[in-house]
């Protein structure tokens, strides 16, 4: 029988696991090397993503992606999750890196860039209708919807979106407040028992965002949450958590699913109010 091993001992860094990748992937059987080649182009998925979805990504059934994983000497997918999880903030490239990288394969030009953002957003899109979040969005919808006011609060890369969601709501006449800043930690004692809260992070996770919205879910006051992965420690203080992940262009995301869930959401808020 075929030995399709390519490390006979679990690597233990994220890098060991690309040069392994990079070096040994070719003499795998088909099905391993699609593995191996999609995991190679997108190893940030692998910290957020089910084995069942890695799978999908790479055109195989889940128990080929345990395969592929076994091969490079781990005892299966949480093995190897579990090692790019404890790395995933230390391999995202800088800025100055990932246009770099862009240059390198030709992909600065404007209309090769605008059509590689396009297809990410699309692939973002599709990838959020196939997740289903309907039942999730509406329950959300439905708990905002009560709120005396909502809370909005997301820093860094999720900023856009809640300051996008304040604008919507706002124009909807809906009651929200945007916590933004250094002093977001000493803003709670202005968030009520009939509030509620919409928290937003991505990983590696905002630790301010998650300390305040675990704060504010002491006091008693409904926390909702938005994020890119179902490990985000914001489901221990989230009522209920919505999840959008986004495709990337050499490290760089344009947040198409977020922002058109979130907008469904907020229409969804003003609904949900003049139906009471």
Do not use: W
């Not at 090769?112 to 990838?127: Q, W, Y």
């Amino acid at each position: 029988m075929k030995d399709d091993r390519l490390s006979a001992q679990a690597p233990t860094t994220v890098t060991d696991v690309l040069n392994h990748l990079e070096a040994s992937s070719l003499r795998l059987p088909k099905r391993l090397k699609q593995c191996a080649e999609f995991t190679r182009d997108n190893f940030h998925l692998v910290a957020v993503s089910t084995v069942s979805e890695m799978a999908n990504a790479s055109g195989v059934a889940p128990s080929v992606y345990v395969r592929f994983c076994q091969s490079l000497g781990f005892s299966g997918y949480s093995e190897m999750q579990t090692l790019f999880r404890a790395q995933y903030a230390d391999q995202r490239p800088d800025y100055e890196a990932r246009i770099a990288a862009l240059r390198k394969e030709g992909g600065v030009e404007t209309g090769k860039l605008m059509g590689d953002f396009i297809e990410a957003g699309h692939k973002s899109l599709v990838s959020l209708t196939n997740m289903e979040m309907s039942e999730a969005l509406d329950r959300t919808a439905q708990g905002l919807s009560k709120a005396r006011t909502i809370h909005l609060v997301g820093l860094r890369r999720a900023f856009c979106i809640v300051t996008n969601l304040s604008y919507l709501l706002d124009k909807l006449g809906v009651s929200s407040t945007l916590h933004f800043g250094s002093g977001i930690l000493h803003s709670s004692n202005s968030i009520l028992e009939d509030d509620a809260m919409f928290a937003v992070t991505y990983s590696p996770f905002s630790e301010e965002t998650l300390r305040f919205a675990e704060e504010v879910h002491k006091k008693g006051v409904p926390v909702f949450g938005l994020s890119d992965s179902f490990a985000c420690p914001l489901k221990d203080t989230s009522q209920e958590m919505l999840i959008a992940r986004e495709d990337e262009v050499a490290g760089f995301r344009a947040l198409t699913a977020s922002i058109s869930l979130t907008t469904a959401l907020a229409v969804a808020i003003k609904a949900a109010q003049k139906q009471c």
